[in-house]
């Protein structure tokens, strides 16, 4: 797709929900090797910051943002994400999960570390992230931010197009697994709730989630958004009912009657 297509599609999206926060363009790389002009928060800021910060320097400030291992510093993103010498990250993730009390035992710790997530271990990989409108790179996965009611428009817009009604994998931690990887692995669009670390180190409000999709996806969703519910006028934000004549208490109703109206 061409910068101009992308940047066309990606204000669009924007305009028409209204978002808060601009839709973001995230390349998984094999070397931490980035365009110019691209932001590495270990050298402009002499800090290391959580994957999620990262998020939200995209999507907040409009920075392109390149994250490598000397960027980061939340543990378990960067066992997931493969930044570290884990040689099985599943186990790792187990282990640290009953420690801070976020598994009861092993055996759940399990359960769930087994449905997350991962890629490949590889502390030499980078990770990009940029505003939609402004990446450099063709995107492995789109992230957009928004309230409940654009969810709704969103899904409504990708299952209009597919026809399968959209899922998310929910566990109230490491969710940056979820909408980083979760799309570029399955080629489908999900849908997150953020969790304690976007919430705490990212600053992501109690009203956000999160739609992602697979880089290759935006024309689909954007042409679902153009067309779903057409024939219904829906759109975001929602057209309120307004086609009905309220009832009011008796008091009002009594002093309604004594004044003739």
Same mark, same amino acid.
């Given at each position: 797709? %061409? ?7 990606? +204000?669009?999206?924007?305009? +028409? ?11 998984f ?12 928060p %270990?050298?402009? /800021? ?5 994957? &999620?910060?990262?998020?939200?320097m995209?999507r907040?400030?409009?920075?392109? #943002?390149? /994250? ?6 939340? #543990? ?9 010498p ?5 186990? #790792? ?13 092993? =055996?759940?710790?399990?359960i ?6 991962t890629?490949?271990k +590889?502390?030499?990989? $980078? ?26 428009r969103?899904?409504?817009?990708? #299952? ?11 566990? $109230?931690?490491?969710? &940056?697994?979820?909408?980083?990887i979760g799309?570029?692995?399955? +080629? ?9 670390? =976007? ?13 992602? /999709?697979?880089?290759?996806?935006l024309?689909? /969703? ?27 208490? !008796?008091?009002? !109703?009594?002093?309604?009657s004594?004044?003739?109206?």
């Amino acid at each position: 797709m %061409s910068g101009s297509t992308r940047q066309e599609h990606a +204000n669009f999206i924007y305009e +028409n929900l209204r978002l808060r926060t601009q839709p973001i363009a995230v390349k998984f790389l094999e070397n931490a090797e980035f365009p110019d002009k691209t932001r590495r928060p %270990s050298q402009v /800021l002499g800090k290391r910051i959580t994957i &999620c910060q990262g998020v939200t320097m995209a999507r907040v400030y409009g920075w392109p #943002v390149g /994250l490598g291992r000397e960027d980061l510093i939340c #543990v378990p993103a960067m066992i997931a994400f493969g930044f570290t010498p884990a040689s099985d990250q599943k186990s #790792v993730m187990r282990k640290l999960l009953c420690n801070v009390t976020l598994s009861k035992d092993m =055996d759940t710790a399990k359960i769930e570390s087994d449905s997350m997530f991962t890629l490949a271990k +590889n502390p030499d990989k $980078g990770i990009y992230l940029a505003p939609l409108t402004r990446t450099a790179l063709e995107p492995d996965t789109i992230v957009i931010y928004g309230n409940p009611a654009q969810m709704m428009r969103l899904i409504q817009a990708w #299952v209009y197009m597919k026809g399968s009604r959209i899922t998310g994998n929910f566990g $109230g931690k490491i969710e &940056c697994t979820e909408y980083l990887i979760g799309p570029y692995k399955e +080629n489908e669009a999900r849908i997150a709730i953020p969790g304690n670390g =976007d919430r705490i180190f990212s600053m992501t409000q109690d009203d956000e989630m999160a739609f992602t /999709l697979p880089g290759g996806g935006l024309e689909t /969703l954007v042409e679902g958004l153009k067309n779903a519910g057409k024939a219904l006028g829906a759109r975001y934000p929602i057209t309120f009912y307004q086609n009905f004549q309220p009832e009011f208490p !008796k008091h009002y !109703k009594e002093l309604g009657s004594e004044l003739g109206v």
